[in-house]
């Protein structure tokens, strides 16, 4: 199985509400979307989200990886010499781990279609091919988060992730107002997005905790770089920290398992550039007794169907699950693939990802 043409597209899907953070504010998924073609008839999908205020990728950016400098190197590559393949990808770029992520996830695809199974079984796993993922509740007036946190109650969702880290008094009334209306139905996650400084993170946590509520974790309370500030929240609250934004790869993971500065990582795939490295940190994460999220950007059910294979293969480093990008949109523009159904994601038998077709995608040059 040979690789004969790589081409790039645009897939555009509403999001069901504003999705908001203290990095941004978004209205719909905008990525691009890889597919890679062979000799053989087979077509690898991979996906790419521009978040530019996280991994520094714009959708320029990303085209211009791929098509300019990654796509040269695979060209009549055989499928089947994964690793080198890999080796490629990473290599051809310092950072642009988004256009990394997309061409990676292609490629492992078609690598279990070559081998005619689902990729969690070609990445070692066999198990429950289901997940329970939680649900994002964007920051937003009191009022709103409330009746957002209400309707995912409603659709199943026993796991929010509640994003907070604008204004710590605020934040702590959304938390409580947030807790009061689904406590006892289901868990809450607090995600910053590295809006508080440390002091903040560790007062803020200790007034909910005087208060009663405890949240499953707090993720990412600091910037991304304070990895000293992310130890001294760490050190000093209850509620298990995890970093995000502060982990990328192997190396920086490694530190952060050094310095002791966070309970658990949460693993991206977009972060990561691709499934190698997330590979990787699963196994870091195991060997040191660290847990892992699974994660997502705003991505659809392509690149997310990807996160699930690896959570499912890496059940043993992978314990919570946030892959709520296919939730978030108004339509799942893919056929066949993993499927999302509120809070349940299943995995078929199919090859690879199993993906037969997506709709609404615009060619882009490339």
């Known amino acids: 199985m040979k690789i004969t043409d790589i081409r790039l597209h645009m897939l555009r899907v509403p999001l069901r509400t504003p999705f908001k953070t203290a990095l941004r504010t ?44 990654i796509a040269p190197r695979l060209l009549g590559q055989e499928v089947g010499d994964l690793n080198r393949l890999v080796r490629l990808v990473q290599t051809a770029l310092v950072r642009n781990t988004s256009a990394k992520a997309a061409v990676e996830i292609a490629l ?35 009022d709103t988060m409330v009746a957002d946190a209400q309707a995912a109650l409603a659709r199943g969702f026993r796991a929010l ?31 910053a997005n590295q809006g ?35 130890k001294f929240v760490t050190d000093r609250v209850a509620v298990p920290v995890m970093a995000d934004e502060s982990v990328f790869g192997p190396v920086e993971l490694i530190e952060l398992i050094r310095m002791r500065a966070a309970d658990i990582v949460n693993i991206k795939l977009m972060k990561t550039g691709g499934l190698s490295n997330a590979i990787r940190l699963a196994d870091i994460a195991a060997l040191h007794g660290i847990d892992c999220m699974i994660g997502c950007m705003l991505e ?35 056929e066949g693939g993993v499927q999302f159904d509120g809070p349940t994601i299943r995995i078929g038998d199919a ?15 490339g």
């Not at 053989?40 to 205020?53: D, I, L």
């Not at 005619?116 to 091919?129: F, N, Q, T, V």
């Not at 043993?316 to 939730?327: E, F, N, Q, Y």
């Open 351 to 365: 090859p690879g990802l199993g993906i037969v077709s997506i709709r609404d995608l615009a060619p882009l040059p």
């Open 161 to 191: 992730k509640v994003k907070v880290g604008q204004d710590t008094a605020l934040d702590l009334e959304r938390i409580r107002a947030v807790h009061a209306a689904v406590e006892g139905r289901a868990t809450l996650r607090l995600d």
């Open 26 to 69: 978004v209205e719909r998924v905008e990525d691009v979307v890889v597919t890679i073609h062979t000799d053989t008839g087979h077509v690898g999908h991979g996906e790419a989200a521009a978040t530019a205020v996280i991994t520094g990728d714009t959708h320029g950016a990303i085209v211009a990886a791929i098509a300019q400098v």
């Open 196 to 230: 508080w400084t440390p002091k903040q993170a560790v007062q803020t946590m200790r007034r909910l905790e005087d208060a009663g509520i405890q949240p499953e974790l707090l993720e990412q309370p600091v910037p991304a770089h304070d990895l000293q500030g992310l």
């Open 108 to 142: 492992y695809d078609l690598f279990a279609q070559l081998h005619g199974a689902p990729l969690y079984r070609i990445l070692g796993g066999g198990g429950e091919p289901v997940l329970a993922t939680d649900l994002t509740i964007s920051v937003g007036d009191v």
């Open 300 to 334: 659809s059910s392509i690149s997310v169907a990807a996160a699930v294979h690896l959570a499912v293969a890496k059940a043993d480093a992978i314990t919570k699950v946030d892959l709520d990008g296919p939730s978030l949109c108004a339509y799942d523009p893919v």
